[in-house]
């Protein structure tokens, strides 16, 4: 959840930013496209980022974290995201090619990782963002085993 906060966070600022950019930019034009009452009120922009985006961008990380759910059993790695739109995938660990683990740089910072799971179906691949890094690092050597494992019995 500190990642999604992080994030929310960093795209807060970077809003805000350019509406005070914009703000500043058009405080007190006379050009003919920039309305008189905006020209002279420029500080509503900013305003209305914060009042619009704050509520939003605040909620989105608890949300997010309360609908993401990853699961591994003996021979299905789960997963579920998404809120207005939910996805359920289920990769079967014999269909799985490459195992992969990554960090961004705020991820490093934060000591978590991302795990990408990958087969040879698009449909089948799976990403398992925000992992702790020790958990990211022992599921995917655990999941190259067992894929392996798995593997070799089929042939």
Request: hydrophobic fraction near 50%.
């Amino acid at each position: 959840m500190r990642l999604w906060l992080f994030e929310s966070l960093i795209a807060f600022v970077f809003f805000l930013g350019g509406s005070l950019l914009v703000s500043r930019w058009l405080d007190g034009s006379r050009w003919w496209w920039v309305p008189g009452w905006y020209a002279d009120n420029s500080w509503l922009l900013p305003a209305a980022v914060v009042v619009l985006l704050l509520p939003f961008l605040v909620a989105e990380p608890f949300v997010r974290y309360a609908v993401h759910r990853w699961e591994l059993s003996g021979d299905v790695v789960y997963a579920r995201s998404g809120f207005l739109t939910r996805e359920w995938v289920f990769v079967p660990v014999s269909r799985i090619q490459t195992v992969d683990k990554g960090q961004g740089w705020l991820e490093r910072m934060l000591g978590l990782a991302t795990l990408e799971i990958r087969t040879a179906s698009h449909a089948g691949s799976s990403t398992i963002k925000g992992l702790d890094y020790g958990v990211a690092a022992g599921l995917a050597e655990q999941l190259a085993h067992r894929a392996e494992e798995l593997r070799d019995d089929a042939t």
